[in-house]
């Protein structure tokens, strides 16, 4: 056997033994949601106890950014509500005011919470949460700035750039200049990564001081290099969980993110180079794991462990460091993660709060980030392992995708909008958009399963489908939707046809009559010996879901989990071989499917698995659309691999 096989096959076995330490019904990031929104509940009332969210704090970004990611992952709306309710406690009906928050204290702390407004906003349109988006946006406008053009930590660190501020300021500045399309902002955004590397890096170690003082007159700063004295691990931690969100944001074309990228790689060779090697974790102080009073710490391991997770699942990291994620996985659950009498899930081992300067005075010594308070369940830590265990859980089924690629079809579905910014922008079922209209949810089970999800705004040809592994054409433009409508013509039914036929996955998503097109579609589905039939049932006025309801038998080779499903206003099948109807309800066929050639056709009458039926906010809970989208994705890639 090859050592890279072997190397591979250690690695997995490393990561499944990790998922199965202290394996309980629930996955480890739902028994972590539920020990956060019980002690810190968004129901203010009295009766909820807990110690809710008072003010406007990093603390809850930190948390509710873990909560989003338990959110898409279950399409359980609890989750979402807590969010939502979490947010709205903080700021007034019109976003105009944000408790506990001063513009004027020019702190990048206060930015993290606005990543949770874009959120709420791109989700619901509700106008308030754009205008906290955009007061904090203008506070990074504002923001003081070092000669070079670096943030000050806050206005009154004058001259003073922390580790801290890229996670509280750069993610959000990122998501909302990509929103915004702001991209003159990324030159600054990616700067602000650079600087802070060139200036905190130890070229011994590879690790990140936690501040850097320009002006080299505060007392906590080295005279010659403006450094603080001490890698505390927390700071790295925030670096390292701002680099891996950041390259969400920044264009693939920019010519900074390979420097983004390569900043990444380091600061990972320095973590796994200080990871404990008997516990798996990390020290409070990395580089003095030997040294009287130091101790394992979770918060940093936490998001080291995040860090790491994310950036092999994205391909910004090397294979080789899910190793050191997994051995920091199982080393926080033994180390730190207890059950109390309650049955909740607490983590311990977290340090309380580490800053330089202020008063009383913080000297950034050893003996000074030894003083403070190690506690249990503080939400930068409890909220960065929500983070992290959220990433580990995405990465058990990956390797069933790995290396593989789905491309979504935006050149028949081109509908396009003004959005608050009068720019015309593509919309309607797309991977990133997180209305009901999008396919956020959808695109995420790709991910879950190793899948690249790509978008094609050009006419499929044999050169660019050829990128792909599975071609997802959704409800296809009519006039009425688009005056620049294109169809489905020879061309392109040959170019796909034959794709298929070499081994491709054709997932065909349609609507019902006077919603779609038929005819030219119908033309490609010919080949496959599909037609859809032009007509429209399962019509449901809200909220009676059971008119749209459709059970699944348990004999069904696609769907193992789903057993009932959600799905109105959709166009029928008639099927002739080699195609077969797969879901039958009385007489219509709901779902066909054909294998032709190396290849294999699925086809439905409704674009089905957009956000709206998919992300748990609408439909009751015994609906199981949600499983249906992992199903159907599990069964693709198995198709592929035939």
Known sequence: MKKGIQLSILTLSLFSAGLNVYAQEK?????????????????????????????????????????????????????????????????????????????????????????????????????????????????????????EGGFWHKKRYVDQMWLDGLYMAESFYAEYA???????????IAKQYILMEQHARDAKTGLLYHGWDYSKKEKWADPKTGLSANFWARADGWYAMALVDVLDYLPANHPKRPEIIAILNRLATAIQKYQDPKSGVWYDILDKA???????????????????????????????????????????????????ANGLTNLKGTVSVSGLGGQPYRDGSYAYYLSEKVVTNDPKGIGAFLQAAVEMERLANRNLGKGKTVILDSYFNDEHKKDVTGASISYHYKWDEQDNNGFTFFGNVFQNYGVKTTTLYQAPTAANLKKGDIYIIVDPDIPKENPNTKYIEEAHVKAISDWVKAGGMLIVLNNDTGNAEFKHLNKLMAKFGIQFNEDSRNHVTTPHFETGAINIPTTDPIFKTAKKIYIK??????????????????????????????????????????????????LPADYDNYKAANDLVKWALKQIQK
């Open 290 to 340: 030997g040294e009287k009073g130091n101790y394992l710490e979770s918060s940093a391991s936490s998001m080291f462990v995040y860090a790491l997770a994310k950036g092999v699942r994205f391909g910004y990291l090397p294979e080789s460091f899910l190793a050191v994620a997994d051995k920091g996985y199982k080393g926080i659950i033994k180390e730190f993660v207890e059950v109390d």
């Open 27 to 147: 996955p480890m990031s739902q028994r972590i949601a539920a020990t956060i929104m019980k002690n810190m509940p968004s129901d203010t009332s009295a009766a909820a106890g807990g110690k809710p969210f008072k003010k406007w704090n990093y603390d809850e970004g930190v948390i509710l950014k873990g909560i989003e990611g338990v959110w898409l992952q279950t399409a359980d709306r609890s989750y979402f509500k807590y969010i939502q309710q979490s947010m709205d406690n903080l700021i007034n009906a019109d976003g105009t005011e944000i408790k506990g928050y001063k513009s004027d204290d020019y702190t990048l702390d206060n930015i993290l919470c606005g990543r949770n407004m874009l959120m709420l906003y791109n989700t619901l349109g509700t106008a308030k949460y754009l205008t906290v988006a955009n007061t904090l946006y203008d506070q990074l406008k504002k923001q003081p700035r070092t000669p």
């Open 569 to 618: 206003e959709i166009s029928t099948f008639k099927v002739n071989p080699p195609a077969v109807a797969e879901l039958v309800d009385g007489k219509d066929t709901i779902i066909a499917t054909a294998k032709y050639g190396k290849g294999t056709v699925f086809a439905v009458g409704d674009p089905w698995f957009y956000n709206e039926y998919t992300d748990g906010r609408k």
């Open 178 to 188: 990509a929103e915004f399309h702001h991209e003159a902002d990324f030159d600054d």
